[in-house]
């Protein structure tokens, strides 16, 4: 099971990834991000410990349907974000793949030059 130290060193070891504390009224909420955009968000202090994480659409209702650990992204944007509990029965894996698509999803939405930057793998798929 991945605790809190390990989600923030997955979330840290993307190239160009920072923490952020972005919300005076939730200092406890990390933000992680790359070229200023949010790939996970998460109180790492929480208990159950969750992280949101954006996802395609149609990954994200297939992932819903076939793992309770998963549901809507909680005051996010439901159709784009999963929050997933790391404290069921998910495996490992499949929440570091969850992370990764993220990230994935998030740099390809940058300008060519920042993922150029970013030496970011997809660059040379797209």
């Known amino acids: 099971m991945i605790d809190a130290n390990a989600l923030r060193a997955v979330c840290l070891g993307f190239p160009g990834a920072t923490e952020e504390f972005p919300f005076p009224r939730h200092p406890d909420v990390s933000t992680f991000k790359v070229g200023g955009k949010i790939f996970a968000l998460t109180t790492l202090t929480a208990a159950p410990l969750t992280v949101s994480l954006k996802c395609d659409p149609e990954l994200a209702e297939r992932l819903r349907a076939a793992h309770q650990e998963v549901v809507p992204g909680y005051h996010l944007n439901k159709r784009h974000w ?34 150029l930057l970013l030496g970011w793998p997809g660059e040379g798929r797209r």
């Open 82 to 115: 999963n929050t997933v509990s790391l404290e069921g029965d998910l495996a490992d894996r499949l929440v570091l793949d969850m992370i990764e698509d993220s990230y994935d999803l998030i740099v390809a939405s940058l300008p060519r030059a920042q993922r």
